[in-house]
């Protein structure tokens, strides 16, 4: 399995606090990806990164913020948090190239009430 | 812009029966295609991918995947279904010039009945 941790694992938390979820790899694995997972639309890109402080958006990146200061750790950021960000997040890493494989971590199961 | 689309978010099959998972691609350049598997409370693991070198692609636990240009398919198939296959399957596509991004499928919940 690759080596990607994610936490924390569970988390509940209030309308309107803030919330870093983090992304560890023992990769060194150039690209770096969050994704979320809601029933009936499969998973979707929220943020990407291709190597350290380079960043991108995806198809879904309003509410949430990233930062990469370090090949390992790729952080998302949910500046005020909103129950219609209530979901299961998931990262990913490849080495890059579109047909090169990318590898899941176990999720984060954030729930906001 | 790539899309993909899956026919079917469920499909349930008995044991030993024939797998086929549909899916369908979008893509304005030659695409790479991949299937991943989700287990029960688990991330996605890769089952196999087209990269352009076979049409024909197997991959792991004896599912394989036929890329068909002309009909812009990338079917799932498996000849004898197992009660542990039951899981939920995504389809993916990625393109060249594409920013290594995936664009998933809204997935197929398979289940195998005794």
């Known amino acids: 399995d690759a080596g990607i941790t994610q936490s924390p694992r569970h988390k509940v938390t209030e309308t309107g606090t803030p919330v870093t979820l983090r992304c560890h790899q023992t990769?060194?694995?150039?690209?770096m990806y969050w994704y979320r997972q809601d029933p009936g639309h499969g998973l979707r890109l929220i943020h990407y990164?291709?190597?350290?402080?380079?960043?991108d958006k995806g198809e879904v990146s309003d509410g949430y913020s990233v930062s990469r200061s370090k090949t390992e750790d790729f952080l998302l950021t949910l500046e005020s948090a909103t129950s219609s960000q209530t979901s299961v997040y998931f990262c990913?890493?490849?080495?890059?190239?579109?047909?090169?494989?990318?590898?899941f971590g176990p999720g984060t199961r954030l729930l906001v009430l | 812009a790539q899309s993909v689309t899956q026919l079917g978010s469920h499909v349930s099959v008995s044991e030993g029966a024939l797998v086929l998972l549909r899916c369908n691609y979008s893509?304005?350049?030659?695409?790479?295609l991949f299937w991943y598997v989700q287990y029960p409370n688990q991330g996605l693991q890769l089952l196999l991918k087209?990269?352009?070198?076979?049409?024909l692609v197997k991959g792991i636990n004896g599912f394989e995947a036929e890329f068909k240009k002309s009909e812009t398919s990338f079917h799932l198939t498996k000849p004898s279904a197992h009660m542990s296959d039951a899981a939920e399957y995504f389809c993916?596509?990625?393109?060249?010039?594409?920013?290594?991004?995936?664009?998933f499928g809204t997935g197929t919940q398979l289940k195998v009945e005794l």
């Open positions: 990913a890493i490849s080495e890059g190239g579109e047909q090169e494989t990318q590898y």
């Open positions: 990769e060194n694995h150039r690209y």
């Open positions: 990164s291709y190597g350290v402080k380079d960043t």
């Open positions: 893509s304005s350049v030659p695409p790479y």
């Open positions: 087209y990269t352009s070198a076979a049409t």
């Open positions: 993916a596509v990625s393109a060249t010039g594409g920013g290594n991004k995936l664009t």
